[in-house]
């Protein structure tokens, strides 16, 4: 959801050196971006990681701190490093450890998350040239993965069994914070029948806490998937889906990655809010029956998961294999 935000700030900056401060894992998705010079790893784990990062960031002397995140501790870093400039949201009762706080826009809710961090750049904009165009830019989500890393996401499927010359699906039926946004198991698992059947190769995607709905899926799998939950870093995942012709996810981090690879993604929605959070690309689409009580952002559904359990496996195969053969008419037209 940053990456729009970072492209601007670039712009806005151009000869700045930006240093995106980023988490352990996450900040792999940012390999090989080019609108930032350099990555920092954070591990806020415990009390010592955090003066640690202060520390650091003292010895760097940052000039700006664009702080996207609305927690306490982000801008408390910020402010004991001595950061002169600190731009961020006054959520948690940060105000005062912000030189410039913005307010939370009316409609936060209402529009695209990605416009929530774009408007901070915005802010800084405003600071400089006392006006902005941040506002009427289209978001840009694009991400890029090199070639090497491509030629070893290759070599790891080849490892696991990938047969050559066959499409490659991948599945990601898990969710971190959400069980309310898995689509059922036993629907990934025909899924993933289906496309096995047709002749394609299927992989399983996902972090190491995912890991046992993957298993779920195998279980209940009368073909078994290629097993690579809990298996790739985040940058190997990413390379992964660089290279697939269609991605199929919940409401999660790779469908996001997905959508800024420009690999064909279909998303299934339940119980989460599509207006905030759909990912942005020509190829990526939602798949949604919503009932009257979506979205309700909750983590486990108190009733019967209906708006999960009326998505049917047909409808994701049916809309899955359209993606994939818009893509390739694409290749081939541009061949």
């Not at 729009?4 to 894992?25: F, I, K, M």
Request: aromatic residues 6%; hydrophobic residues 40%.
């Amino acid at each position: 959801m940053s990456v729009p935000a970072l492209r601007e700030l670039r712009r806005v900056l151009p000869n700045a050196n930006v240093t995106l401060v980023s988490q352990p894992g996450t900040a792999d998705i940012f390999l090989d971006a080019d609108f930032i010079d350099e990555v920092l790893v954070c591990d806020r784990s415990g009390l010592a990681s955090k003066w640690n990062q202060i520390r650091e960031w003292q010895q760097r002397k940052f000039d700006l701190a664009i702080l996207f995140q609305n927690a306490f501790e982000a801008a408390a870093i910020a402010f004991l490093a001595r950061v002169p400039i600190r731009i961020g949201y006054g959520t948690e009762r940060r105000s005062a450890l912000l030189t410039h706080s913005a307010r939370v826009p009316a409609w936060k809710n209402e529009r695209h998350e990605s416009f929530y961090y774009l408007n901070i750049v915005a802010e800084l904009d405003r600071l400089i040239r006392g006006t902005s165009s941040v506002e009427s830019v289209a978001p840009d989500f694009t991400l890029g993965v090199s070639e090497s890393r491509k030629r070893n996401a290759l070599q790891t499927l080849h490892e696991h069994g990938t047969r050559i010359g066959k499409p490659l699906v991948l599945l990601c039926p898990g969710s971190i914070n959400s069980r309310a946004k898995r689509w059922p198991a036993d629907r990934y698992a025909a899924l993933a029948d289906r496309f096995i059947e047709s002749g394609a190769n299927v992989a399983l995607i996902g972090s190491p806490p995912e890991l046992d709905v993957s298993r779920q899926v195998c279980e209940r799998a009368v073909n078994q998937p290629i097993m690579l939950t809990g298996e790739t870093t985040v940058a190997d995942a990413t390379a992964i889906i660089s290279i697939a012709d269609v991605l199929i996810t919940n409401d999660t981090g790779p469908a996001h990655i997905g959508a800024a690879l420009n690999t064909p993604t279909l998303v299934v929605f339940g119980p989460t809010n599509p207006l905030t959070t759909y990912p942005l690309s020509r190829n990526a689409e939602i798949i949604r029956h919503p009932p009257e009580c979506a979205p309700c952002m909750l983590r486990d559904c108190p009733i019967d998961h209906r708006c999960m359990t009326a998505i049917t496996v047909e409808e994701v195969f049916g809309r899955a294999c359209a993606m994939m053969s818009r893509r390739l008419k694409v290749e081939l037209q541009t061949a």
